[in-house]
Antibody, heavy 119, light 107 residues
Framework: QVQLKETGPDLVQPTQTLSLTCTVS????????MTWVRQSPGNGLEWLGM???????AYNSALKSRLRITWDSSKSHFYLKLDSLQTDDTAIYFC?????????????WGQGLMVTVSS | DVQMTQSPYNLAASPGESISINCKAS??????LAWYQEKPGKANKLLIY???TLQSGIPSRFSGSRSGTDFTLTIRGLEPEDFGLYYC?????????FGSGTKLEIK
């Protein structure tokens, strides 16, 4: 059974770095593209970036200079780091898996983690 | 970025009825559009991808179609569990942008 779960802090101060972990089970990160998405009242659903099974990444250019996506397939962990947080980074953060190696629609999603950026 | 214009914003319908939700891309995205359902307390569900491919396990009352840059999600014979939020997403060009959502409510 495929499962994804996001973990990390629920409150982060402005200017700090957000580090999130997506722990997956039921499949190998080596075989599927993985994506981070966030959802906020002001911006709706926003695609943040993805990593292919081979390790290549693609980022939303609106965040590119602040965002880093990595993984550790041995731990079944998929990571997000977002630097220089601002209040408008407050959102629910989701990790999701692609349909297959070359199909990037998101077939499995985590439940999401609400992150608030506030002092 | 590709802008996805989704309509209507709200939609009220009764069980058994058929409805359509539309998404228009600001430029060509070929066939690469996905439709998702969002319900409280549940993980988002992929319904359709590549414009018209029904995701495994999704009932056949859901269908997707394309005409150029216009995409339509149709639900024929609404069931009570179909009510919720629906989003489109283009998965052709980075960043993979989403529509603003359609809330499908019970009339």
């Amino acid at each position: 059974q495929v499962q994804l779960k996001e973990t990390g802090p629920d409150l982060v101060q402005p200017t700090q770095t957000l580090s999130l972990t997506c722990t997956v089970s039921g499949f190998s990160l080596k075989n599927y593209p993985m994506t981070w998405v966030r959802q906020s009242p002001g911006n709706g659903l926003e695609w943040l970036g993805m990593m292919w099974a081979g390790g290549d990444t693609a980022y939303n250019s609106a965040l590119k200079s602040r965002l880093r996506i990595t993984w550790d397939s041995s731990k079944s962990h998929f990571y997000l780091k977002l630097d220089s947080l601002q209040t408008d980074d407050t959102a629910i953060y989701f990790c999701a898996r692609g349909v297959d190696f070359s199909t990037y629609a998101l077939v499995y999603w985590g439940q999401g983690l609400m992150v608030t950026v506030s002092s | 970025d590709v802008q996805m214009t989704q309509s209507p914003y709200n939609l009220a319908a009764s069980p058994g009825e058929s409805i359509s939700i539309n998404c228009k891309a600001s430029k060509s995205i070929s066939k690469y559009l996905a439709w998702y359902q969002e319900k409280p307390g549940k993980a988002n569900k992929l319904l359709i991808y590549d414009g018209s491919t029904l995701q495994s396990g999704i009932p056949s009352r859901f269908s997707g179609s394309r005409s150029g840059t216009d995409f339509t999600l149709t639900i024929r014979g609404l069931e009570p569990e179909d009510f919720g939020l629906y989003y489109c997403q283009q998965h052709n060009e980075f960043p993979f942008t989403f529509g603003s959502g359609t809330k499908l409510e019970i009339k």
